[in-house]
């Protein structure tokens, strides 16, 4: 496609489940991000992926949030035992160039909330 | 630790009129900033940005912004705003020899009125 694209756009999990979201970034970009964005705040970065490897995990705000994008491409953002605290707006980006200086293109997102 | 301070979060304006949003950041090394949009039901998108070299960067719709070093401002402005330039803005930092993830600020919300 011609963006960023995720999947779901929606999702409701009850407390304690396990959910799984999915970004597939623009064809060939080397870089990868994930954000988390509450309601009215800024994104907060979770992860950073330079083709398959994770480089930077510093964000994830606990060992329930493992991402993994195995291949260099699609990456999936796993949430175990989800809590009311995880409920945000995560969102995937993309970039050409390492080190994410090149313009950073964004998903729509995944708003995810925990019932 | 570095932050980015918006330091509004909501700025009525009339069409035509011109705009500030403030954007203040705190960095112990050098920071590379950006200016992100977010306009209804779509995702982020870069606004400008500055690396290095002119102070003054501009983006094609008309916005530009300031780099001030000593001040460690990076306000974005526009002469004359548009209803279409109605939107979400987002000022955000990439700390020099990082992984390149962007610090964000909190938003401010542009909201034009005719």
């Known amino acids: 496609g011609a963006g960023v694209s995720q999947s779901p756009r929606y999702k409701v999990a009850k407390r304690g489940q396990d959910v799984a979201l999915r970004c597939d970034p623009i064809?060939?970009?080397?870089?990868l991000f994930w954000y988390q964005q509450a309601l009215g705040q800024g994104p907060e970065f979770l992860t950073y992926?330079?083709?398959?490897?994770?480089?930077?995990k510093s964000g994830l705000p606990s060992d329930r949030f493992f991402a993994e994008r195995p291949e260099g491409s699609v990456s999936t953002l796993k949430i175990q035992r989800t809590q009311q605290e995880d409920s945000a707006v995560y969102l995937c980006?993309?970039?050409?160039?390492?080190?994410?200086?090149?313009?950073?293109?964004f998903g729509q997102g995944t708003r995810l909330t925990v019932v | 630790a570095q932050s980015v301070t918006q330091l509004d979060s909501q700025v009525p304006v009339f069409e035509e009129a011109p705009v500030e949003l403030r954007c203040n950041y705190s960095?112990?090394?050098?920071?590379?900033l950006f200016w992100y949009v977010q306009y209804p039901n779509q995702g982020l998108q870069l606004l400008l940005k500055?690396?290095?070299?002119?102070?003054l960067v501009e983006s094609i719709n008309g916005f530009e912004a300031e780099f001030n070093k000593s001040q460690t401002s990076f306000h974005l402005r526009k002469p004359s705003v548009h209803i279409s330039d109605t939107a979400e803005y987002f000022c955000?930092?990439?700390?020099?020899?990082?992984?390149?993830?962007?610090?964000f600020g909190q938003g401010t919300t542009l909201q034009v009125k005719p």
């Open positions: 980006a993309s970039s050409s160039q390492d080190r994410g200086l090149g313009e950073a293109f």
């Open positions: 960095s112990s090394v050098s920071v590379y």
């Open positions: 500055y690396l290095s070299g002119s102070t």
């Open positions: 955000a930092v990439i700390r020099s020899g990082n992984t390149g993830k962007l610090i």
């Open positions: 064809s060939g970009h080397v870089s």
């Open positions: 992926f330079q083709n398959e490897a994770q480089l930077d």
